[in-house]
């Protein structure tokens, strides 16, 4: 059996731009912590200072997290309450913490968020894109091959789709995004949110990409990319002329050549209409 743990492990979101973000209720509970585990305890001190906040930080990064954890979870059943941050939004995030707090609550230790900023949720807030039902990828692969073949994965998604992006590969992402999800597709493209240069410009793939290729400003920053989900109406309309015209043709026609041209007059997978025949 685990001993009563005493201790508590926050989770404190904090601003990804506006320092003012950071809220009162954060501010205390990073005030009254014992400790505070940072990402960067560097990056953090600037923050906290700008708050008066005193308390002794601890670094937890992706390098260190698996060895930090037992000490940390050690201090939390012996009472200490510890405040995890990350250097912008909400830890586990894309950011370190889901070892800590995995730890910490098989060790019988109360883990509570402090609610607050999160790039992606932000981001699809304001975009105008289906909110109702959305899937997060965080940061797609760094080379071309592999993030197209992970984009390829989403092809058949109805749900509005949310990347993580660098200043240094929008540019490729975009392209990538486009040739894998159509350049017709509408998507969002929110960068540097909450700070001077806040821009969200929405357009269809191929607006965007060409947007951001033209403008060297539009390259800079930190990006929040939306894509909208497939049109699960529109492709099952296609679908359901396909199999018509797919009905007809095969009655001539071998199937393979009946699907190809079925495919080419209604746009829909020539393997979903070969799927008909089964
Ligand atoms: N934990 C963070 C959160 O809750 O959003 C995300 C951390 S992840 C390491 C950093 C990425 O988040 C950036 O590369 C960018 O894609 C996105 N991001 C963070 N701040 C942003 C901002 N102000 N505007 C747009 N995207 C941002």
Redesign the pocket.
């Known amino acids: 059996m685990n001993a009563p743990a005493k201790g508590k492990l926050w989770i404190v ?1 904090t601003p ?2 506006n320092l003012t973000d950071l809220s009162p209720r954060a501010q205390q509970v990073l005030r009254d912590a014992d400790l505070i585990a940072a990402e960067d305890t560097r990056h953090s001190a600037t923050l906290l200072a700008q708050f008066g906040i005193a308390t002794r930080t601890l670094a937890l990064h992706e390098h260190n997290e698996r060895e930090k954890t037992d000490e940390l979870v050690r201090r939390l059943r012996e009472g200490a309450q510890i405040a995890l941050v ?6 586990l ?3 370190p913490g889901f070892r800590l707090v995995r730890a910490a609550r098989a060790a019988g230790v109360v883990v509570s968020p402090v609610p607050g ?4 949720i932000a ?1 699809l807030s304001a975009a105008g894109l289906a909110s109702d039902r959305f899937v997060f990828e965080g ?1 797609l692969p760094a080379k071309s091959a592999a993030r197209r073949a992970h984009l390829q994965t989403f092809s058949n998604e109805t749900r509005t789709l949310i990347f ?3 200043s240094h590969r929008i540019e490729e992402c975009l392209h990538d995004c486009a040739r894998v999800f159509g350049a017709d597709r509408r998507a969002v493209l ?6 001077i240069y806040e821009t969200i410009l929405d357009g269809t793939l191929a607006d965007l990409s060409a947007r951001v290729s033209a403008d060297a400003d539009q390259r800079r ?4 990319l939306l894509v909208a989900g497939a049109d699960a109406e529109s492709d099952a309309a296609k679908l359901a002329e396909g199999r018509r015209v797919f009905e007809i043709l095969r009655r001539e026609l071998p199937p393979s050549r009946a699907a190809k041209i079925a495919a080419e007059i209604s746009g829909a997978p020539r393997k979903a209409l070969y799927a008909a025949l089964e």
């Open positions: 979101a990804i731009g990350c250097d912008a939004g909400t830890p995030v894309s950011d900023p999160c790039a992606a981001a940061f993580y992006e660098s929110a960068r540097e949110l909450t700070k920053g930190e990006f929040v």
